[in-house]
Each structure stands twice: as structure tokens, then as C-alpha cells.
């Protein structure tokens, strides 16, 4: 079944070696040389719960004219840009804070005179844009920024999280017919009047050489810090004498996801307190941190609740993060109760409700509500745009009408790759008061600072989710959240004298079990206590008065400021107040913290270098974000090097065009229409990744891969397609696009999938219905336009698998999809000794044909064998039958070509319960052998034991993916044990039906492949 990979031929080895003359496949080398930044280092040192960083910047100029490099970068939206350090030709330039466009004037004044000159600039509150000019053939300069902001705390874990790549955001509205303000690949329109500046190139993956990143963390002994984890990249640590703790990334990491890292505080080390920070130059002022941690043992009581549930279901979201995310949806509509009332929509640039939902209106928690919420969920894939603000809209009308005696809540899950933040913050500003919005953010480069925004206009959360692995654990913590906070109305009071409308948040949000809240202010006079009151969900009153110590903590007062100025910002957004944009530079500058109405310029003045002010603009490209770079291209983000394969795409030369003012730019966001999706409509069969209006995969043979199949295949070694290179799709997990089924003899496409694994949609006739996704890599191939459709059935890295039982790759176990399914419809389970030469409409024909199951199946195999397949041909049909039970026949034939049958079937009944299973081993010989019968056989056992008594379809999709999780491990476990089974493996196919029950449960790993066949009338 598996084949050893080919070699290639010796042009396309000549291709790839070094010195062939062709840049190969994502390269970014040209004639001029490589791109400017060559590194970047971001240091840091985190004290209790505050965080001190350097970020370090490094430019080369390896052309031969002079340069003006622009880089579009990533910084962790809470944190405030204090300092601006710009070092070239031996000397170092302090910056200088200004309002920004007096700051824009006096750097182009600086390029047009020759001087070398660079410029920091904020465009959203995690998006920056960094210009150096007038750098000089060969030289290096360095910028380096200093920032600090506070880390979360949740559940006794901090989290430090730094954004390291800006990924690409979906741009609505009508272009502008004006030149760009940025030299980005979006342009600029009514909605996003500065889309060109937040939207910059995108590398292809493989890119031979990368920024170099150093990053490191210093934790301080105090608090206790134990059990670091890091979700995405790969650590050191170590513990110095004094009990400091340090982690450092591995080199060789790459620019394309957030470094994200947590760590236990011990015991009840953060409590509340009070740090009061006395101001070094006005006397009588000062800035203080007030840390509030609700005490264990506090009871929250439930009220009936009002639950809009919104699903960004856009191409962004493709791949494991549109499985996570109908994961956690499922998990939160298993919450509810029947006291409770919700609302579901999902939406692209349409807006899609449960059959008879509405996406205006609430239903009761039902178990038939719930359970059509959960199935509508679960059908859903990625497609289409990210048009958020109607849904929205439509989410929070539906909480308008609710009595107060009941709790409202918005629970947004989404990526947040959007640009038009200010509008859709502006549009809902008056339509949420009152309603606690909880956003849950799923991706490795997530748009933290907008989902933070709206969490914060909705007193609610934000929680974000970097891997399938992290899951559990976030949905968890949702979960209480959904429920009554264990304190709410806080209030301060006390002997501190508050200065009016400087605390931040302003609006103080409730408390969660497990939740630290630091709220910043400015007082004046002495520093005492403050007085903490808040109303418990049980009615009784709580208060607290920390005392105040004071410390010399220029970061409380920086932290104070920034958040100061974003409330101010956002407050911009939706009035465009002329005062508050004074209030807003005013602010930034005495304090010294960087914002959207202020820039940091620094300029060295000492000497001439480039009469004339002509410089050579490079924009830099950045790493294509892990997990979804054909949406990147889908939503206009040029890439990078895509010119062709083997060829170098030409660098963006276009200088930054000179920016509206930032005041302009809010205006026009605010006024711009809102494009309205189309109406709400029932669920239905949804297009798959690869057609117009979905996010497809992206995985390209780069020279470096076909370097590592060729030595593969003189080793005589099986790969799978992660071995070989990174994709892009299919992810870890085994999640990504699947694969389109499979041409009829007419040349049309007629197969589709059914649920979340959904495929193009047959044509009107059809009646089969491929259900398994193909974990292959000449599908991979197909689907990412490398191959084409007519290439596929000849090609020589057929049947190479990427993801099979024995594969780490199959990661915490394959989607379970839940088919409906009525008397009268078949299913065929069956080994590609099948499925590779019997076409689908042959297979329909044959099996509405034969009325007996096992007749069936003994007839198919034939079918199989007499069109000349040459492997073994097994497969399972089940027939569901008029009293809801399952007929079953089976057959696996060793065939005409093979020495033995390594695929193993098996029907196996318990309870009300039949489970089918098919397996295809490899390995060869006894290994093959082995692992096909401890699929099927172990997989039986387990099922056995964990589906009787399960009522819920989640649960007992959880029951199958463990299932075969373990099973997987079991595998690996005797391949590594024994060398005689050290290449063994197995594809599994099964489905599993429940007597009276109209729902059949398939999951597959590997190329077995399981059909549907509906009953015609």
C-alpha cells in the first residue's frame, strides 16, 4: 500500500543543488542581496507581575546604493514603548517622543538632507512600523526599543506572552482612490483608511534564511516560580545562585508565531496589595498598582443566563484552529441549562444559524436546542471573508431584550485577523452596555490587542489559544466565566486621594475565581490604603483595604500611562473628540510612553552621507504565521518569492508614502459604512478548502525537501510528509484541508464530504459522498495546486502518507464526524486496494445494485480486483436497516500480486452498539500483519469497553478519538520495541452506529477511506 519513495530525476537534483543558478523555492535573494533585518533580540526581566523588555532590532545594508528599510513588526499590546535607541557608525542616537507628524516631518527633512535617520511609529496597539534611512552600503545599524507592561495571572500560572510576527488581516470596505499611506499589500479603503500600513509582504515558507532571534526571560526568586512550559518553541533553563530563573529560546526559531511561556507562582504568593510609586519630577503626585486576587472559598451563584455564541468561520480559520474552535463551542453550549436561554450564529461574509434559529433571537437551552447547536457547529469549515461587525450586531440585538434578572453575555471565538478594529469597537459601543462580552482567541499569531479591546468594552475576558493542546485547559477556565463572577460593583475608596477619571480600566470589571485584576491610577498627596468594596454573587457584601507600601517602580507609572492612553484612544474611536485627541499627545508625552498620536524620532545630525536624500526602499517581508499561509494569499497579503518556482520573487521597492494624520484616520474608520453580511440561513453542505471563497492548503516541494526525499529513498527509508518538510496544511494534528474526492468517468468532481471535513459539493445526481479525508501527500500536493487533478493518479510520490497509526503525527486523535443516517443508506469502509481503481459512481452503482451486505462486499473486492488493483482489496458495508440496526458484510482478499494480506477487517457488536473497522498495515511482511490486526483488534477492545452508557455526541467523539490515540501509541510503543516491526504501521477507517439512534460516527487516519451512500426514493 505504502510505496518507498522515487528519486528524483538528475534535473531536478541539479534544481536544487547549491550553486544550480535558480534561488529556489521561497528564496529572497536577488541581484541587490538579502533583505535588511538580520536579527532581532528581545530581552526581558519580569518582576512579581509587572515585565521589563529590550527589543533590538538589526539592519544591514548588503546593496550598493544607500537604503531605507521599513519593517512592520509585533509588540505585545499592553506593554508601553518608553525608550527609542537608534546606534550606526559608532554612535548612539537617543529618540526623541513627538506628535507624530511633527515626528514624520522631521525624519523625511533628515533623509531628503542626507542624514541617517530612524523612526518608531504605533499603528494599532500590537502593530508598529519601524524606518531606518540613509543607511549606507555595508553598514549595520541597530535600534533598540525598551518597553514593559504587566502579565497575566490566572489560576495560580503567569502567562508572558510576545507577538513575533504581524499576520495577515482582513481588509473590508472600498478602496480609496488615493495613493498608499504604507507599503504594504492591502490598499487603503473607507473602512481601513491605513490597510497598506498593517498589511505587510509574506515570505514563503522555506525561506533559506531567516532573522536571527534570540530571546530570553529573567524570572525573579520572589514569588516562587516552578513548572515552566513553553507551548511553541523550544527552551533552555536555568537557575542561577541567587534563585533567579532564566529561559532562552533554542536558536534557529523562526519569526511566525507568539513565544508564549508559563509558569506556576507558589502557593498564595500574589494576594492583593497596593504599590504607590511617588512621581520623581511633580512633588505631591504619584502612580499606584492595586492588585486584587478574590479569595478562595468564595461561592458564585448561578442566574439564568442569556448566551449569544458567534463563530468566526473565515478562511484565516482554517485548518486545527476551525477544529478547536468547534470544539470550545460545543463545550460551551454543553454548559447551559434549561434555566438558560442562547442564540448561535457562524459567519464569513454571510451569516449561517442552526436549522429554525434565528440570528436576532434567543431560544430556550433545550436538549434538542443544544443538540442542533452542537450539530450545527460541528458541520461547519473555513470559508470566505471576515465580515464581523454585523453578526456582531445581530449577537448583541438578540441580548437587548433580556430582563435584568438575567445574566447577558456575548462570546465571541475568532482568530481577530481583521484591520477595520475602530469601526467595529465604534459600531457596538452603545449596543452591548450592559452585556459581558468574552472573547476567545485561537491562533498562534492572534490579534491579542483587538480581542483585548472588546473584551474590555464588555467587562468581560479575553482568553487566547495557541495549540489544540491548550484547549482543555482555557475551556475550562470560559466555562466559569460563563458563570456568575464571585465578585462584582467593585468600588475603591479610602485614604488615598484619587485623582478623578485616571483610573484604568475605567470601568471596573467583575471578578472570576482564580483571576488577578491590577488597576492602575494617579494620586496625589500621601500614599495610604485604599478601600475595596464589591458585592458577592451570594448577596453579601466583600471589602479589603490592602496597605500601601512605596516603591521606586518606574513601570507602574509607564503600565498606568499606556493603558491611560488607549482608553483614550478607544474612547477617539468612537467620538472623534478634537479634546480628547489633545488629552491623548498630552498624556503620551509626559509621561514618555509611545502611542498612535505621538512617534519617536531619532536623528544623527553628525554628518552627510547621502547628498541628494535618493536611498533604495526595501519593505521587509515577514515569516508567513504557522498554520495558514494560503489565506494570507486569499486575502490579498502578497507573498513574497511566489513569482514561480525556483525563482525570486522582486523585493517591494516602494518607499512609505506619507500618512494621513492619525485623527483623519479615525475620523474616516468611524464614518465608513459597515458592509452588511447576507441574511441569516439554515446550515447546510459547506465548500470546501481549495474552492473560491475557502482558505486551501499550502505545502510545496522547496529544494530542501526534495533533498530529503532523495537521500529518503537511497536509505530504502518510509517518510511521512512532516518528516520531509513543515506545511503548512496539513498541521501537527492532523487537521488541515482535506482532500477533494475523487473525478468520475465524465471528468466532473463526484464526491463530497459531509460535516466539518466538507468537500465540493456533488453534482444534482450524486448520491455517494466520500466521508474520510486522504492523509497523503500526492493529495496535499493536489490541493495546494503543485500538482494538478489529472497528474494525481500517476504520480510518482503516490501513496505516501503523512499521518498514519504509528505516526506522531495523528497528535490527539483525527476529527470524529457525525453523519445522520435513515433505513435504507449504506456505508463503505474499504482499504485503497479498493478505492484506488473502482471510481465512485462504479462503487454507487455496484452497491445499490447488490442487496445483500456481505454479497456485497465479497463483490466489491472482486470488482477491485478484476480492474487490476494490486494490492489487497478489504472492505466493510453497512446497510442501516428499517428497525435502526446495522447489517454488515466484510471482505479482505489477499489478491493477485501480493505474498500475504496486510489489511485486517472486523465488525464488532456490543450492547445496542456495531462498530466497522478496516485496516491497511505496511511494513512489510509480519509488520504490516501486525499492525493492521492490533488496529482493528485494539480499537474493537477499547471501543467496547468506553461507548456503552455514553449519551452525548461529544462524548462519544471523545471516546473514539482517545480511542485511537491509544491505539497509535500502542503501535509506536511495539515498533520501537521490536526491530523487526520498526517501519510498521497501519491506516484505520471505522464508522460506529448506535441501534435507534439516526447517527453514524466516522473518523479515519490514513488513506482508507469510508463512503456514504443515501437511500434514493
Same mark, same amino acid.
Given at each position: ?88 557608525? *559608532? ?368 467587562? *468581560? ?121 489633545? =488629552? ?7 509621561? *514618555? ?26 519593505? =521587509? ?64 453542505? =459547506? ?10 492548503? =499550502? ?184 428497525? *435502526? ?133
Amino acid at each position: 500500500m505504502t510505496n518507498a519513495l522515487p528519486c528524483l530525476t538528475d534535473d531536478e537534483v541539479r534544481c536544487a543543488a547549491p550553486g544550480s543558478g535558480e534561488s529556489g523555492f521561497g528564496s529572497m535573494s536577488t541581484s541587490r542581496g538579502n533583505l535588511p533585518l538580520a536579527a532581532l533580540e528581545v530581552r526581558g526581566r519580569v518582576t512579581g507581575l509587572l515585565v521589563r523588555n529590550a527589543v533590538t532590532q538589526t539592519f544591514v545594508n548588503s546593496h550598493d546604493e544607500p537604503l531605507e528599510a521599513t519593517y512592520v513588526f509585533p509588540l505585545p499590546d499592553r506593554f508601553a514603548v518608553t525608550r527609542f535607541r537608534f546606534e550606526v557608525a *559608532g554612535r548612539v542616537i537617543e529618540g526623541q517622543l513627538k506628535e507624530r507628524e511633527q515626528a514624520r516631518q522631521e525624519y523625511a527633512e533628515a533623509i531628503q538632507a542626507g542624514h541617517r535617520a530612524a523612526i518608531a511609529e504605533e499603528d494599532r496597539p500590537d502593530v508598529f512600523t519601524m524606518r531606518v534611512g540613509n543607511l549606507m552600503p555595508g553598514e549595520t545599524a541597530t535600534v533598540r526599543l525598551d518597553l514593559s507592561g504587566p502579565i497575566a495571572f490566572h489560576d495560580g500560572e503567569a502567562t508572558f506572552r510576545f507577538p513575533l510576527v504581524v499576520a495577515p488581516r482582513y481588509i473590508p470596505g472600498a478602496a480609496l482612490e488615493r495613493s498608499q499611506v504604507g507599503t504594504g499589500t492591502a490598499p487603503d479603503t473607507d473602512a481601513v483608511p491605513d490597510a497598506s500600513r498593517i498589511t505587510p509582504a509574506v515570505l514563503l515558507p522555506g525561506y533559506p534564511n531567516p532573522v536571527r532571534l534570540a530571546l530570553s526571560l529573567e524570572i525573579d526568586p520572589q514569588p516562587p516560580a516552578t513548572d515552566f512550559r513553553c507551548s511553541l518553541h523550544a527552551v533552555l533553563e536555568s537557575t542561577n545562585a541567587h534563585g533567579t530563573h532564566r529561559v532562552a529560546l533554542h536558536p534557529g526559531e523562526r519569526l511566525d508565531r507568539d513565544f508564549v511561556l508559563r509558569w506556576k507562582v507558589g502557593g498564595a504568593a500574589v494576594t492583593a496589595s497596593l504599590i504607590c510609586t511617588p512621581d520623581q519630577k511633580a512633588a505631591g503626585e504619584g502612580t499606584f498598582a492595586l492588585t486584587l486576587v478574590p479569595p478562595a472559598g468564595l461561592a458564585a451563584r448561578q442566574r439564568p443566563r442569556d448566551v449569544a455564541f458567534v463563530l468566526d468561520r473565515s478562511g484565516s480559520m482554517g485548518g486545527w484552529k476551525m477544529v478547536a474552535a468547534r470544539r470550545a463551542m460545543a463545550r460551551m453550549v454543553e454548559t447551559l441549562t434549561p434555566r438558560d436561554r442562547f442564540a448561535a450564529l457562524a459567519f464569513d461574509d454571510r451569516i449561517d444559524v442552526p436549522p429554525g434559529f434565528e440570528s436576532r433571537n434567543l431560544v430556550e437551552a433545550t436538549d434538542r436546542n443544544r443538540y442542533l447547536a452542537d450539530q450545527f457547529f460541528a458541520t461547519l469549515d473555513a470559508r470566505g471573508g471576515t465580515e464581523m461587525a454585523v453578526p456582531l450586531e445581530h449577537a448583541a440585538e438578540a441580548l437587548r431584550e433580556t430582563s435584568s434578572e438575567r445574566e447577558r453575555i456575548l462570546v465571541l471565538v475568532t482568530d481577530g485577523q481583521i484591520g477595520n478594529e475602530d469601526q467595529i469597537l465604534n459600531h457596538l459601543s452603545t449596543r452591548i452596555r450592559g452585556a459581558r462580552v468574552f472573547a476567545l482567541g485561537i491562533d498562534q499569531a492572534v490579534n491579542a490587542g483587538f480581542l483585548n479591546r472588546l473584551a474590555g468594552l464588555g467587562r *468581560g475576558a479575553c482568553e487566547l489559544i495557541e495549540s489544540e493542546a491548550r484547549l482543555d485547559e482555557v475551556t475550562d477556565r470560559v466555562h466559569r466565566h460563563l458563570g456568575m463572577p464571585v465578585l462584582m460593583d467593585v468600588k475603591l475608596g479610602g485614604d488615598l486621594n484619587i485623582v478623578r477619571d485616571t483610573v484604568t480600566p475605567a470601568r471596573l470589571p467583575d471578578l472570576f475565581a482564580g483571576s488577578a485584576l491590577t488597576v492602575f491610577g494617579r494620586y496625589r498627596g500621601t500614599p495610604g490604603s485604599i478601600s475595596v468594596k464589591a458585592g458577592g454573587s451570594d448577596g453579601e457584601p466583600w471589602h479589603a483595604s490592602p496597605p500601601a507600601a512605596v516603591a521606586e517602580a518606574p513601570a507602574v507609572e509607564h503600565a498606568w500611562a499606556r493603558g491611560r492612553v488607549r482608553a483614550l484612544e478607544d474612547q477617539f474611536a468612537i467620538t472623534s473628540d478634537a479634546k480628547l485627541a489633545k =488629552q491623548i499627545v498630552e498624556t503620551s508625552l509626559r509621561f *514618555g510612553v509611545l502611542c498612535r498620536f505621538t512617534a519617536f524620532v531619532a536623528v544623527d545630525r553628525t554628518e552627510v552621507v547621502n547628498a541628494g536624500g535618493e536611498v533604495h526602499a526595501v519593505a =521587509q517581508p515577514v515569516e508567513a504565521p504557522a498554520g495558514w499561509v494560503e489565506s494570507a494569499v486569499r486575502w490579498g497579503a502578497r507573498i513574497a518569492g511566489a513569482a514561480s518556482f525556483g525563482a525570486a520573487a522582486p523585493q517591494s521597492l516602494c518607499a512609505p508614502a506619507p500618512c494621513a494624520p492619525p485623527a483623519a484616520d479615525m475620523a474616516k474608520r468611524r464614518s465608513a459604512p459597515i458592509r452588511k453580511a447576507l441574511p441569516a440561513k439554515p446550515a447546510a453542505a =459547506q465548500p470546501a478548502p481549495g474552492r473560491p471563497g475557502a482558505a486551501g492548503a =499550502q505545502t510545496k516541494l522547496t529544494p530542501e525537501v526534495i533533498e530529503r526525499l532523495r537521500q529518503a529513498s537511497a536509505r530504502g527509508q518510509k517518510m511521512t510528509l512532516p518528516d520531509i518538510s513543515r506545511p503548512v496544511a496539513p498541521t501537527p494534528a492532523g487537521l488541515g484541508a482535506p482532500p477533494r474526492g475523487p473525478e468520475s468517468k465524465s471528468g466532473q468532481e463526484s464526491a463530497s464530504r459531509i460535516g466539518s471535513q466538507a468537500a465540493p459539493e456533488p453534482a444534482a445526481k450524486a448520491e455517494i459522498a466520500q466521508l474520510s479525508t486522504d492523509h497523503d501527500l500526492i493529495q496535499a500536493l493536489v490541493e495546494s495546486k503543485t500538482i494538478t487533478r489529472e497528474e494525481l493518479k500517476d504520480h510518482r510520490v503516490k501513496n505516501v502518507l503523512w499521518k498514519y497509526l504509528g505516526s506522531n503525527e495523528v497528535g490527539e486523535g483525527p476529527e470524529v464526524l457525525v453523519v445522520p443516517g435513515g433505513a435504507g443508506d449504506r456505508f463503505v469502509l474499504c482499504t485503497d486496494g479498493v478505492s484506488g481503481v473502482v471510481p465512485d459512481q462504479d462503487l454507487l452503482a455496484y452497491a445499490r445494485a447488490a442487496t445483500d451486505p456481505q454479497a456485497c462486499a465479497d463483490g466489491l473486492a472482486q470488482v477491485a480486483l478484476d480492474n487490476g488493483s494490486r494490492d489487497n482489496a478489504s472492505c466493510v458495508i453497512a446497510v442501516v436497516e428499517a428497525d *435502526g440496526t446495522l447489517a454488515t458484510g466484510s471482505c479482505s482478499h489477499q489478491g493477485n500480486y501480493r505474498e500475504n494480506n496486510e489489511d485486517a477487517v472486523a465488525v464488532v457488536r456490543f450492547g445496542d452498539w456495531t462498530v466497522c473497522l478496516v485496516a491497511d498495515g505496511m511494513g512489510g511482511l509480519a509488520a504490516g500483519e501486525v499492525a493492521s490486526r492490533t488496529a482493528v483488534e485494539s480499537l474493537g477492545k477499547l471501543l467496547a469497553a468506553s461507548l456503552p452508557g455514553l449519551v452525548s455526541a461529544n462524548g462519544i467523539k471523545a471516546a473514539i478519538r482517545d480511542a485511537i490515540v491509544r491505539v497509535n501509541e500502542e503501535i509506536m510503543a511495539m515498533s520501537a520495541a521490536d526491530p523487526n516491526l520498526a517501519n510498521m504501521g497501519s491506516t484505520i477507517v471505522l464508522c460506529a452506529w448506535r441501534t435507534g439512534v439516526p447517527m453514524m460516527f466516522v473518523a479515519n487516519v490514513g488513506d482508507s477511506r469510508a463512503y456514504h451512500i443515501k437511500r434514493t426514493t
